[in-house]
């Protein structure tokens, strides 16, 4: 089945740590998106991609790095100076126009 | 000015009304235009695209697009609990890369 894979589902850091959230897409789409999600808040964007080996900051860039070496994947690494990290990371891919979404990282700072 | 204006809500209807919900673009270029329903705690999924002014249905749903105004909206015809969820609008803009820029929401609540 073609989609967006997340991993981890839940995922636990402690502070200081880098920590890197996995996105991968098999529906052959060129751009792929991060969000953030606070709790009861709406999208926010990390992070844009739209071909390989170029991305774009998004509104709230700062603690955070991606890289975009193959079409397929699109890490995501949440560095120690993200001072507020815990969310609800959500990585999208779209091609032409509709975006599609996986389901999502909850990370957590303990 | 943001990209992608929503309310943020909530907006509470009752249950059997008519939820309506709105929201407006700043590039005049943009194509495409999408509504997504987000339950608390899960990823968004898609419900309804609409690519030209005027009205599109969907069972209980209809997309409404105004080009001019730079204005789409969202109406769900007898509302239902299940309905309550946070609703993004998303819009693709014009040129070579078509991003998608999202809202930030609206929250729905039907109260039974």
């Known amino acids: 089945d073609g989609g967006i894979t997340q991993s981890p589902k839940y995922l636990f850091r402690k502070e200081g740590q880098n920590v890197t959230l996995s996105c991968e897409q098999n529906?052959?789409?060129?751009?792929m998106y991060w969000y953030r999600q606070d709790p009861g808040q709406g999208l926010r964007l990390i992070y844009y991609?739209?071909?390989?080996?170029?991305?774009q900051k998004g509104d709230i860039a700062e603690g955070y790095s991606v890289s975009r070496e193959k079409k397929e994947s699109f890490p995501l690494t949440v560095t120690s100076a993200q001072k507020n990290p815990t969310a609800f990371y959500l990585c999208a891919s779209s091609r032409r126009d509709r975006a599609f979404f996986g389901q999502g990282t909850r990370l957590t700072v303990v | 000015q943001k990209e992608v204006e929503q309310n943020s809500g909530p907006l509470s209807v009752p249950e059997g009304a008519i939820a309506s919900l709105n929201c407006t673009y700043s590039?005049?270029?943009?194509?495409?235009f999408f509504w997504y329903r987000q339950y608390s705690g899960k990823s968004p999924e898609l419900i309804m695209s609409i690519y030209s002014n005027g009205d599109k249905e969907d069972g209980r749903f209809t997309a409404q697009l105004n080009k001019a105004s730079q204005y789409v909206s969202l109406l769900i015809r007898d509302s239902q609990p299940s309905d309550s969820a946070t609703y993004l609008c998303?819009?693709?803009?014009?040129?070579?890369?078509?991003?998608?820029?999202f809202g930030t929401g609206t929250k729905l609540q039907v109260i039974p």
């Open positions: 529906l052959n789409h060129d751009a």
């Open positions: 590039d005049r270029g943009s194509q495409s």
């Open positions: 991609s739209q071909i390989v080996n170029d991305f």
């Open positions: 998303a819009v693709t803009h014009s040129g070579g890369y078509q991003k998608v820029t």
